[in-house]
């Protein structure tokens, strides 16, 4: 995992003996006119001003509002206020999120529909969510993108040592209603899964508007083939020639009118049922795919395929269940 506590300590020790140490390097201090207090190629001490905030900062110092987690967990022990002392790393450590002791891992999970009240193991009381997403947010784990996973996946950029993807299939209009607002009201964002043929269908079905309007305050919107048919299976009476014609009608069709409907190029795709085989995966990245997810159970480490990912539904309402399904690190002594 990441380990920043010891290197900002050492740092901000360092600066303070410094400046302690010299009434000229002390004056010089002040002299810069800035909040930055000490600039190495790895680290910045900065001084908080009155608007600082971790977004702020990452974009400023890191390029990306998004890496907001990295100055987060460089500073665990600091309130962010004005004149407190924080440490910015400025290089990335530990991509794999690899230790001695074992290794990161993601876990995807996954929803479908929500209501105040149900009983249908697909459906997620609102009250249920609300409690789940709650744990989260105050249990430090960090929702992050498909885009954000992938960069894991690809050993470019590491992750928040609790990072947690949240996927929602099929398109169902309380997706807007009400697992829109509950995620809005925590700072998170989800990847939808919807298929084509649903979308504008009907009172339950999610619009074209909406999802739009979900893309736009930062959701991730994703394939889950036109008509939700399974891709392992043939029909009665079709031939081999006919059922793979129609396996990729379903990749490619579904893909084209989600990047028509909402001006993108969509590269993520949920199997439906989670069900694929070797004709499916070849077909699914030749169709230009990057990411695809099933819904077996696991998390996800660095060198996990992309085409293949593991994902958990989220079945069961109670706590100890949906904690269980968390795990962000696997054990193994690789000493």
């Keep these: 995992m ?51 905030t971790p977004p702020a900062l990452a974009e400023k110092f890191l390029g990306d509002r998004k890496k907001s987690w990295v100055i987060e967990d460089a500073n665990e022990d600091v309130e962010f206020k004005k004149n407190n002392m924080i440490v910015i790393p400025l290089k990335e450590k530990n991509k794999g999120g690899l230790t001695s002791h074992g290794f990161q891992v ?32 105050e249990n430090g784990y960090r929702v992050i993108s ?5 960069d894991f996946l690809e050993y470019r950029h590491s992750l928040p040592q609790k990072a947690v993807i949240i996927s929602i299939d099929d398109g169902y209009r309380s997706v807007y209603d009400v697992g829109y607002p509950i995620l809005k009201k925590f700072g998170f964002r ?22 739009a309007a979900m893309k736009a305050d930062g959701f991730e919107i994703g ?11 043939q029909k009665e009476g079709e031939d081999t020639q006919a059922f793979m014609a129609r396996i990729e009608r379903e990749l490619r069709v579904c893909k084209q009118i989600i990047d028509k409907k909402l001006e993108q190029e969509t590269t993520l795709l949920a199997f439906p049922y989670g069900r694929y085989n070797q004709s499916v995966l070849e077909m699914t990245a030749r ?6 997810v099933s819904v077996k159970r696991g998390s996800n480490p660095f060198f996990a395929d992309p085409l293949t990912l593991k994902r958990t539904q989220i079945l069961k309402r109670d706590m100890k269940t949906f904690v269980s399904v968390l795990k962000s690190f696997h054990k193994v002594s690789l000493k």
């Design 223 to 233: 394939a889950h083939t036109v008509s939700h048919s399974d891709l392992t299976r």
């Design 287 to 292: 169709l230009g795919y990057r990411a695809a």
């Design 146 to 150: 498909f885009g954000q996973l992938l």
């Design 106 to 137: 993601v876990p995807i999970l996954c929803y479908h529909r929500f209501e105040k009240d149900c009983t249908s193991s697909l459906c997620m009381p609102a009250h249920v969510f609300e409690q789940q997403m709650k744990y989260l947010h």
């Design 190 to 211: 989800a990847t939808l899964f919807i298929y084509t043929d649903f979308i504008n269908s009907c009172k339950n079905a999610l619009t074209w508007k909406q999802l």
């Design 2 to 52: 990441i380990h920043w506590k010891c290197s900002r300590i050492r740092f901000l020790l360092m600066t303070l003996c410094i400046c302690v140490g010299g009434l000229f390097f002390l004056t010089s201090c002040a002299s810069f006119g800035t909040a930055r207090v000490f600039e190495s190629e790895e680290y910045i001490v900065y001084k908080l001003q009155n608007q600082d």
